[in-house]
Structures are given as C-alpha cells and as structure tokens.
C-alpha cells in the first residue's frame, strides 16, 4: 500500500528577459489533500493557488513518486496486469487517470 505524504515540484524556465519558476507542493491530511501552486515570471508578484481534494476523491490515488516505484515493482516481476488504471494528478494539480 503506497501513500503519498507530501510531494513538491520545482520548475525553473531560464528565459529572458523573463525567468519563469513554478512550484508546486502537496501535502496530505486527515481530510484529504492539500495542492498549493505558485507560478512567479520575472519580477512580478508571485502568484499563488491553493485548493483541496477529499480524500472520497483522492481513493486509489497514484502520484509521481509512487508511480516510479510501482514501475520497477511491475519490471522485477515483468508482468503487467490489463487495464491498470489510477486516479492521478496532472501537471497543474488537477485530478485525472493515468493508465499502464
């Protein structure tokens, strides 16, 4: 059984005259899942976005972490099981499947 604690991201675009960098962090609770998103370009004002996700919709949740360990656990065993879907969360934190 593989459960997510918390995970963070971190992008940095080198582009001029305007460096890009976007973090992502997200951190489980009691109540579910907490996904807080900030995007700053050059320099403006970071921009931040946070939002939440039960943990009703966040059942089976695979994230990015506990994807890579499932893959080298189905390549020791070579085996694939048909049909291996999971909810997942897309690059912008929003909720989606990702299929084997």
Same mark, same amino acid.
């Given at each position: 059984? $593989?459960?997510?604690?918390?995970? @963070?991201? &971190?992008e940095? !675009?080198? !582009? %001029? *005259?305007?460096p890009t960098e ?6 489980s609770? &009691?109540?579910g ?8 370009e +050059? @320099?403006a @004002?970071?921009?931040?976005?946070? =939002?939440?996700?039960? %943990? #009703?919709?966040? /059942?089976g949740?695979?994230?990015?972490g #506990?994807? !890579? !360990?499932l $893959? %080298?656990?189905? #390549? /020791? /065993? &070579?085996?694939? *099981? *048909?049909d $291996?879907? =999971? *909810? #997942?969360?897309?690059? @912008? +934190?929003d909720?989606?499947?990702?299929s084997?």
């Amino acid at each position: 059984q $593989l459960e997510t604690l918390e995970q @963070e991201e &971190q992008e940095c !675009l080198e !582009l %001029r *005259p305007h460096p890009t960098e976007k973090k992502t962090h997200i951190v489980s609770h &009691q109540h579910g899942m907490t996904v807080t998103k900030m995007l700053q370009e +050059g @320099e403006a @004002e970071p921009q931040c976005q946070s =939002f939440h996700y039960s %943990r #009703a919709k966040l /059942r089976g949740l695979l994230l990015e972490g #506990a994807s !890579l !360990l499932l $893959l %080298r656990v189905l #390549a /020791r /065993r &070579q085996t694939m *099981p *048909p049909d $291996l879907v =999971f *909810p #997942a969360m897309d690059t @912008e +934190g929003d909720l989606c499947t990702s299929s084997y």
